[in-house]
């Protein structure tokens, strides 16, 4: 029977080695990376890039936005112009639009939230104020009770500002990729970018999107500037024994060049010509999540879990002779 003693150890140095890896991860120089820029994915791992992962969700990356970008909301994510069903005759084009964004219900919702945050964090500072130096308050009880308890009205138009704010961040800091594959992965039909609309361009009226080629790869990418539609014109295949799967990702951000608190959504079709059974035969590609937490200790965290399970090991034998001697 295992004493009691040794479970209590196991668990508290499991706990440690977690400890140790997110203490690793607080460390200045490992900061997650958030991109900016299509062309940051591409990058060596060593030097803070992606690399060579676009998350698009397709088999030769096996991963989406959503494996960094946590904590808010899906957006909303569309992907208009494919013939329904999804069916496709073959050597046909298509235009196609992939949209992210927050609907205006969305946008208040996250106003609202920031709001009532605000307020929180101006009574807990007026608490600590009271506590600390009732004599010398940075507002007057007048002007902290109206900011705290605002009118109706007030309310409803600091959150109306807010919102306009907020659609503001969320438009500047959406990305999307956009994958068009075989069912290994491969590259198939004919794409084109098609940047007519105001709404696929940056917020200086650049282009957003770059067609990415890269082993035997062909798939788009936006730079996050501000652009939130990403068109693209597709031909199908001429063999109408191809499947095409179609893969997106995209990501919308709050704007503080960190992964935590951004909106990640995906999708897939899966695209056959008419009479033509569907297929699936991918597997995602083995490998690392890909969302950079460090630029330059690799093999620090390496260590760092090396020590930290040989120390448990350790106190495991030792728990169990003591145990024995009892």
């Not at 075989?182 to 709404?199: C, K, T």
């Not at 399970?309 to 030792?318: S, T």
Request: charged share 20%; proline share 6%; glycine share 10%.
């Amino acid at each position: 029977m295992r004493p009691p003693q040794l479970g209590a150890t196991i668990l508290a140095h499991c706990a440690w080695a977690l400890a140790l890896c997110l203490l690793h991860g607080a460390l200045p120089s490992s900061a997650a990376q958030a991109y900016r820029l299509a062309d940051r994915f591409g990058a060596d791992i060593d030097i803070g890039g992606g690399g060579g992962r676009y998350f698009t969700g397709s088999p030769q990356d096996g991963y989406t936005c959503g494996v960094c970008h946590v904590g808010a909301p899906a957006p909303d994510f569309e992907l208009l112009g494919l013939p329904n069903p999804l069916e496709y005759q073959p050597g046909t084009q298509v235009l196609l639009e992939l949209t992210i964004g927050y609907t205006p219900e969305a946008i208040n919702g996250i106003a609202e939230r920031e709001i009532q945050e605000e307020i929180d964090e101006a009574i807990l500072a007026r608490q600590i104020e009271l506590q600390n130096d009732p004599d010398n308050l940075s507002l007057t009880p007048e002007a902290f009770d109206e900011l705290v308890n605002p009118s109706p009205e007030a309310r409803a138009q600091r959150v109306a500002d807010r919102a306009n704010e907020v659609a503001t961040r969320v438009r500047d800091a959406s990305g999307i990729t956009l994958e068009f594959t075989g069912d290994l992965g491969e590259a198939v039909g004919q794409a084109a970018l098609d940047q007519q609309d105001p709404a696929s361009r940056c917020a200086n009226g650049d282009p957003a999107a770059k067609r990415v080629e890269v082993n035997g790869r062909i798939f788009f990418a936006m730079d996050v500037c501000g652009a939130t539609k990403l068109r693209v014109a597709y031909t199908f295949p001429e063999d109408p024994t191809t499947v095409v799967r179609i893969y997106a990702a995209g990501v919308t951000g709050n704007n503080n060049a960190a992964p935590d608190r951004d909106g990640a959504a995906s999708l897939t079709r899966v695209m056959t010509a008419p009479g033509q059974q569907r297929a699936f035969r991918a597997q995602a590609s083995g490998g690392g999540f890909g969302c950079q937490t460090s630029a330059s200790h690799p093999a620090e965290l390496a260590w760092l879990l090396g020590l930290s399970l040989a120390v448990l090991r350790r106190r495991q034998r030792c728990d169990v002779r003591a145990h024995r001697r009892l």
